[in-house]
């Protein structure tokens, strides 16, 4: 069973969030010259989306967005289904030679994102990968880090972050759910 254990985001918290990281993507970058962002399926995707809206806001310039189903480049496929669910990568954008932003929700044992690099690798060779995250919980299982992340949330290996979005849940909060 799992229960709600704490709120630690609502939606004005996720809108400051995703301003700063847009200012720090800009500044790591020295602006949007060859920046694209790259959202992993699911919730990366529009957490991508509201990026490129911050930095087109700053900037005045829209940032290329793509996004990227990882499903068949997991390393637990076979652990969680016995027929995966495979929705289309859409990067309609080369990425070679690019500064490739990928976005996601929450960086956790980092597998999904190693699953996200070599996705992103069979679409060309980029200048450079960044990762930009809402929230990072930390419980690393490989050497990957985030750039960019909104919130750092040290949990417990029982405890979930869950992130919701108005685009695929209808409300933006982050909660902890703990199971029991």
């Known amino acids: 069973m799992v229960t709600e254990k704490a709120r630690i985001m609502d939606e004005e918290a996720m809108r400051r969030a995703i301003t700063r990281i847009a200012h720090e993507i800009l500044e790591k970058n020295k602006g949007i010259e060859g920046l694209v962002l790259v959202g992993i399926r699911r919730r ?72 996200a690099l070599d996705a992103i690798m069979d679409l060309g060779r980029p200048a450079l990968i960044q990762l930009a995250v809402l929230v990072d919980r930390g419980h690393r299982e490989l050497p990957i880090r985030a750039d960019y992340v909104g919130k750092n949330v040290p949990t417990s290996r029982r405890e979930i972050i869950h992130v919701k979005l108005k685009e695929t849940d209808d409300e933006d909060a982050v909660i902890i759910e703990e199971m029991t």
Not at 44 to 73: F, H, K, M, N, W
Request: aromatic share 4%.
């Open 44 to 115: 990366g995707v529009p957490l991508a989306e509201r990026l490129a809206r911050q930095i087109e806001a700053i900037e005045g310039r829209r940032v290329p967005v793509g996004s990227l189903d990882i499903t068949l480049y997991r390393d637990d496929l076979t652990l969680r289904s016995d027929h995966p669910v495979v929705h289309r990568t859409e990067v309609p954008f080369a990425v070679q030679g690019k500064k490739v932003v990928l976005v996601d929700d929450v960086l956790y044992t980092g597998r999904t994102v190693r699953a």
